[in-house]
């Protein structure tokens, strides 16, 4: 698979929107876990354009609008017209004291803190202060931002948030936006699939950006939601195909699962994947990037780089034929669903 090869989103969307089938995700850049320089986040986004990725996605959270202001220097050297542009509603950025800054897994931010709000003004003030940071005057992707229960604790408390952005007004301000032609495609962007699930059936939606949710590790997306998407031509974003890093490292000590130290069985389950990788010649890493790309409701995949090194890792992993039998082996041993899409079937 090359990533720079271009493949529509979905033809729900206003304007015909074109994503590479590898993407470049910008929340490493807002200093998730460890402080990037400013040289070294311009050079990793440099290498992700120079190596034919043409959809870059950020968001006001990613080090509270640290990663925003960085696209939007990169923005100027590539021209806002080459590349296919998302960023994210939901939380509103405040400036600060030093110790009201809000608490979140991204160091050395600007002193901010975000207040959530799924409302109509609440979307439209989020948007306008992206494109500020971001210098430019049109994003093409729109996505609420964490209405799911990893973010907000509870199903009631992320029942609760859904129930916000359509009684007071989010989803209609985006509507709005899609309308007027300001953005050309809207969605959301999320940890759970049920959610997901939960908006196309409320609202009409072009996508969804979808992160560890289907994976070599997770594949209940197959029962209903991913049908549901190739039905209505809804086109998902997949991101975390590492699932927060155990499939990328495999089972060592410390190796991380879903954004926390991973249980014994999820370690012993890993270490059977790699071991069927490793029968056929293949490193976990690329059989965990490729394995999400056979579905036909993804339309490109966002891994994670914090270093021009990782990006140019990840384009060389993608690139590499995988041999048919290493998907057909981990079917057999019950490691991957069987009904689960191959990427020789794509």
Not at 135 to 161: C, K, N, P, W, Y
Not at 178 to 197: D, F, L, P, S
């Amino acid at each position: 698979m090359k990533a720079s090869k271009s493949v529509p989103l979905g033809a729900r969307a206003v304007q015909p929107v074109m994503l590479t089938r590898m993407g470049f995700g910008g929340a490493p850049l807002g200093n998730l876990y460890r402080r990037i320089g400013e040289v070294d986040a311009q050079a990793t986004m440099q290498v992700a354009f120079d190596g034919g990725m043409r959809y870059f996605d950020t968001a006001p959270q990613y080090g509270l609008g640290l990663s925003e202001q960085r696209f939007g220097v990169a923005l100027r050297r590539f021209g806002r017209e080459a590349i296919t542009l998302s960023t994210k509603v939901g939380r509103l950025l405040e400036d600060c004291g030093p110790g009201e800054v809000s608490k979140t897994a991204f160091v050395g931010t600007p002193q901010r803190r975000f207040i959530f709000d799924y409302s109509y003004d609440g979307v439209m003030r989020s948007h306008e202060a992206s494109l500020a940071r971001l210098q430019v005057e049109r994003v093409d992707i729109l996505l609420v931002h964490d209405v799911d229960v990893f973010t907000h604790g509870s199903q009631a408390a992320s029942d609760a948030r859904v129930r916000e952005l359509f009684d007071k007004g989010g989803y209609r301000a985006l509507q709005e936006l899609k309308a007027e032609g300001r953005i050309r495609a809207i969605g959301a962007g999320v940890n759970e699939w049920q959610v997901c699930q939960r908006l196309l059936e409320l609202g009409d939606f072009d996508t969804f950006l979808l992160a560890g949710r289907y994976t070599l590790l997770e594949q209940e997306a197959l029962d209903s939601f991913l049908p549901l998407c190739v039905a209505r031509d809804v086109g998902i974003i997949l991101g975390g195909p590492y699932n927060s890093g155990i499939l990328a490292t495999g089972p060592v000590e410390g190796a991380r699962y879903n954004y926390a130290p991973a249980l014994p069985d999820i370690m012993d389950r890993v270490r059977r994947i790699e071991a069927v990788c490793i029968a056929h010649g293949v490193r976990l890493i690329e059989a965990a990037l490729q394995f999400v790309m056979g579905h036909p409701a993804i339309r490109t995949v966002i891994p994670g780089a914090a270093t021009a090194q990782e990006v140019e890792d990840n384009i060389a992993l993608f690139s590499r034929d995988l041999p048919t039998a290493l998907w057909s082996d981990l079917k057999g041993e019950g490691l991957i669903r069987r009904d689960a899409p191959t990427p020789e079937e794509a």
